[in-house]
């Protein structure tokens, strides 16, 4: 097993660690509010002190929306899944540019090091255009992370909107950026990345 290899599979364990604990934490939490235990036992305080700041910010963002607060800890759960599964694709995608550059200078191939350059920094902004487009479901526009997706892909998708109208009330733009992305990431790999 290569050292890269060996970094992402502990970053990797690090992340299913996370995520089965909030899960848990969760069914633990509904558990205890669907069994209708004392609010103020031991076990309940315990579970709400270590839970409250996960559900907290769901459970503001679902009660403007207009949605039922008490299935927080359910959207707490999958956005732990989301977030996880963007953290894992991050890392592989950093960690994968990094292995073919090293490749690439290693064999003395300049192209080949170009191609994967430029193919991790597709990978990198499709990633973050599709973060955007999740993010901004549930998240307010006060929102740093939303801020800093907004500010790092409006470059590319302004253009586009331009271009492409809405579809209604639909803004199919960030969709056809990301085919395009994915079709320039297969014509990299099929042309420089040997």
Do not use: C
Request: glycine share 8%; charged share 15%.
């Amino acid at each position: 097993m290569s050292f890269f290899a060996a970094i992402y599979l502990f970053i990797w364990y690090g992340v299913v660690a996370v995520i089965i604990t909030v899960i848990v934490l969760m069914l633990l939490r509904l558990a205890l509010n669907y069994a209708d235990v004392n609010p103020f036992s031991k076990p309940a305080l315990l579970v709400r002190r270590f839970s409250d700041p996960l559900v907290d910010p769901v459970r503001r963002g679902l009660a403007r929306t207009g949605l039922d607060p008490k299935i927080a800890p359910v959207g707490t759960i999958l956005i732990a899944i989301l977030l996880g599964y963007f953290a894992l694709q991050l890392v592989g995608t950093f960690l994968g540019t990094i292995v073919g550059v090293i490749d690439s200078l290693e064999r003395g191939a300049i192209v080949s090091l170009i191609g994967h350059l430029l193919y991790g920094l597709l990978a990198l902004l499709s990633l973050l255009i599709f973060m955007r487009i999740v993010f901004s479901w549930g998240a307010s526009s006060e929102n740093r992370v939303l801020r800093f997706l907004i500010k790092v892909t409006e470059p590319v998708l302004a253009p586009a909107r331009r271009i492409i109208p809405p579809l209604g009330m639909f803004d199919i733009s960030p969709i056809v950026v990301l085919l395009l992305i994915q079709l320039f990431q297969t014509a990299i790999a099929g042309t420089l990345i040997r």
